[in-house]
């Protein structure tokens, strides 16, 4: 059995953050919870799925928010922590040695009734090792973010390509702001220093200067917000150049 593939009731075996499934394993605490928010479970009995992703969900942005599982911002909820009776899962515990590759661990076995059981515990324990759930800033689709790493976007392909994964146009996409912000303060420098030198020689007044330079700055600013709120490379041309002509139209 894998945790794509589940039947409960579940023996699942767990030393720290990692667990065993039957002597199969070492999966990582949140594999299973990620794997089913991302709709890859089958579960034998099936239960109701969409009200276990909400409760999965709900203890996520309780528990976990500190790990930014979600790509828009929610409200932490203490929902919660007002029904935490509620909440528990129901499992039998006991200890056993489990023989792993010539030499043997202690664990702390689990059995759970339920998929819901098992996913509540399995989560639990993914946020007390800061793993979790998180979901990519590109595609949406949820993957393990494993403690430590920053990653915001998942390896799958991405929306519209055919070889690129999220990851790789992530990345991409970052580098190309920074280049668009940097144009952007080039283009307000530039403008900058032509509109000084003439107000130096006297040819533009103190206040026509200084009102110059307090439009150019917001319209600096309005160009970097709307460059960031845009992934279309024609409309980031069209932005730095009404730019250009903004700044440089006196
Ligand atoms: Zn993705």
């Known amino acids: 059995m894998n945790i794509f593939n589940l039947t409960f009731p579940l023996t699942v075996d767990f030393s720290g953050g990692k667990y065993w499934i039957n002597g199969e394993g070492p999966y990582l605490c949140g594999e299973a919870t990620t794997a089913f928010l991302a709709g890859e479970i089958r579960c034998e009995p099936t239960g109701n799925t969409s009200q276990l992703t909400q409760e999965l969900e709900t203890v996520l942005k309780t528990f976990g928010n500190h790990l930014s599982p979600f790509s828009q911002k929610q409200k932490t909820t203490d929902d919660l922590y007002q029904q935490l009776e509620q909440s528990a899962a129901a499992c039998s515990v006991n200890y056993a040695f489990l023989p792993l590759q010539g030499s043997v661990i202690l664990a702390e076995r689990y059995t759970f009734p339920t998929l819901r059981d098992f996913l509540y515990v399995e989560l639990g324990r993914a946020i007390l090792h800061g793993n979790a759930p998180r979901q990519c800033r590109l595609c949406g689709g949820w993957f ?44 307000y420098k530039r403008a900058y220093k032509k509109y000084y030198a003439r107000y130096m020689k006297g040819n533009m007044s103190e206040a026509a200067f200084k009102a110059w330079g307090e439009q150019a700055a917001a319209d600096r600013d309005a160009a970097i917000e709307q460059l960031r709120a845009t992934t279309d490379a024609a409309l980031s041309a069209s932005i730095i150049q009404q730019l250009k002509e903004k700044l440089n139209q006196l």
């Open 144 to 187: 393990l973010h494993k403690q430590g790493d920053r990653a915001i976007y998942c390896e799958r392909i991405a929306p519209r390509e055919t070889e690129k994964t999220c990851r790789e146009m992530g990345a991409r996409m970052v580098f190309e702001k920074k280049i668009q912000d940097e144009d952007t303060w080039k283009l």
